[in-house]
Nanobody, 128 residues
């Protein structure tokens, strides 16, 4: 099983980035993919998730209206389009996989443990 994030980088405040999470090694449609982030000195937090089977989505309040999650099931890839980026969005962004119930429960409980599989992360730095 492998989850590989890409698309991170340095961007000015107000700019945009699109992160990708390429998944292999399990049946994509059976899982939800969540994006988490961890800023220096802070706990890892859930950002957004999507059900690969039916497209249900969730966003944490701080990114609603700015971030959009999407899934290309043919490519086994989930994207996170991040617009209007702020310095406080600076973090290492991770994608993780688990069944939808586990993923949404993890996000709503403001937790990160319990997900089945994790990528190694991609760094997003937003300068002011």
């Amino acid at each position: 099983v492998q989850l590989v994030e890409s698309g991170g980088g340095l961007v000015q405040a107000g700019g945009s980035l699109r992160l990708s999470c390429a998944v292999s090694g399990f049946i994509f449609d059976n899982y939800a993919i969540g994006w988490f982030r961890q800023a220096p000195g802070k706990e890892r937090e859930g950002v957004s998730c999507i059900s690969s089977s039916d497209g249900r989505t969730y966003y944490t309040d701080s990114v609603k209206g700015r971030f959009t999650i999407s899934s290309d099931n043919a490519k086994n890839t989930v994207y996170l389009q991040m617009n209007s980026l702020r310095p406080e969005d600076t973090a290492v962004y991770y994608c993780a996989a688990a069944p939808w119930g586990v993923t949404i429960g993890t996000m709503l409980a403001d937790q990160y443990y319990g997900m089945d599989y994790w990528g190694k992360g991609t760094l997003v730095t937003v300068s002011s």
